[in-house]
């Protein structure tokens, strides 16, 4: 972490929130001095320590002028927005934008057989906005060719996919269930695929991923 002195000299603490497979939530803490030792969020009841705030008034030059990361899904410029990251090192091969009606175009990348889900390089993917959210993609298949897949991915230590796989004369909704384990900083995938249903005629298919938090 860090402190950060704004433009009115407010004090401001910076530190990240470790979420394991969601990942790391950067913070703002509000940040005060007492006898030359810096307090970090709000000192409860008297006591010389701080404790974190969930919610806190936003910095005085930031009313004003707020700022928030990238998080549109309208694909009408002919790049990516930062919100994006690829899974590994991309090809503008991989991808196209229809900027006139604001869709993006993925192409096939080939994978081996032996290769799974989340080692596959042409994952297009966004870090989770929030503790708790909802999305819902539009996937238009009709220009499938037998054996390609595309979907929806949920990446991490404990990954899954829901999507679509076109055979020869039909169409299988997959389920990919699957695990990550490391040693010596070597990482290794298994996983499952199970198909939930097959189709002879499929042209579109919305999927909705729903992230809810839980009591453990």
């Known amino acids: 972490g860090a402190y950060v002195t704004d433009t009115n000299g407010d004090d401001w603490f910076l530190h990240f929130q470790d979420v394991y497979a969601a990942g790391r939530i950067i913070h703002l803490q509000p940040m005060h001095w007492e006898n030359d030792w810096p307090i970090i969020g709000i000192a409860k ?13 936003k910095p005085n030059n930031l009313v004003t002028n707020p700022y928030c ?68 993609a539009r996937l238009n298949v009709s220009d499938l060719a037998t054996d390609d897949c595309v979907g929806f991915v949920s990446l991490g230590v404990i990954f899954g996919g829901l999507g679509v796989k076109k055979t020869d004369n039909a169409y299988n909704i997959i389920s990919i269930r699957g695990s990550q384990t490391f040693h010596n900083e070597k990482a290794t995938s298994t996983e499952t695929i199970t198909t939930l249903e097959t189709v002879n005629k499929l042209t579109e298919l919305y999927i909705r991923y729903t992230v809810k938090q839980v009591s453990l």
Do not use: M
Request: charged share 25%.
């Open 69 to 136: 990361p990238d998080d549109s899904d309208d694909f009408n410029s002919d790049t990516l927005g930062l919100q994006w990251q690829w899974n590994a090192n991309y090809s503008n091969e991989w991808y196209d934008t229809d900027q006139k009606n604001s869709r993006l175009i993925l192409y096939p990348v080939h994978k081996e057989t032996t290769c799974a889900l989340a080692d596959t390089k042409n994952l297009l993917l966004q870090k989770w906005t929030a503790p708790e959210f909802s999305t819902v």
């Open 45 to 57: 009841d008297g006591n010389d320590y701080g404790e974190p705030v969930k919610t806190y008034k």
